[in-house]
């Protein structure tokens, strides 16, 4: 059995939807709108066996040497196999290719962030004037970046963690 890592196609958001609304409904992962997984495409990658989209993950940037981790999930009846650190490891060698120096994720699985160089984090690890910047965003995930009062407790009560590049 062969995991292929490619972007995601508008075709997969289908899929990609199956998988997330499983572990959104166990608060494991942030539920999505349909119309913000198709606005996100060109974000994902997805992890694929034998034709089969079995897990996914996106690389959402922040700010120029700033992204965010979001979305990974792997079909439970593919745990295990290694697919997760496959679709990690592809999303840090696009953040690397795009010029990201900080990958920002929100996660309960540390223990599996923590394998790929994820410490987790207190306050907001950017210079001043970056932060008043990022301020003007609507973005969800950079409030929670950020540590701002509007989204604490966070969204699902789980830990902010940083790799640098």
Not at 53 to 58: L, P
Not at 146 to 165: A, C, F, H, W, Y
Request: proline share 2%; glycine share 8%; with cysteine.
């Amino acid at each position: 059995m062969s995991v292929i890592v490619r972007p995601a196609k508008t075709s997969d958001i289908k899929t990609i939807r199956e998988i997330v609304d499983g572990f959104a409904q166990e608060r494991r992962v942030l539920a999505k709108e349909t119309v913000t997984l198709f606005e996100s495409t060109q974000e994902f990658s997805v992890a694929v066996i034998d034709g089969q989209v079995v897990g996914c993950g996106a690389l959402h940037v922040l700010w120029e040497d700033l992204a965010e981790v979001r979305t990974v999930a792997v079909k439970k009846s593919f745990h295990g196999q290694g697919i997760g650190h496959a679709l990690l490891e592809n999303i840090i060698e696009r953040a690397k290719i795009v010029g990201v120096k900080k990958l920002f994720c929100l996660t309960f699985e540390t223990k599996f962030f923590g394998s790929h160089g994820f410490n987790e984090i207190q306050g907001a690890p950017v210079e001043p004037d970056v932060y008043a910047q990022l301020l003007r965003s609507y973005d969800e995930g950079i409030a929670e970046f950020l540590d701002l009062e509007s989204v604490k407790p966070n969204t699902l009560g789980n830990t902010r963690m940083l790799k640098i590049l």
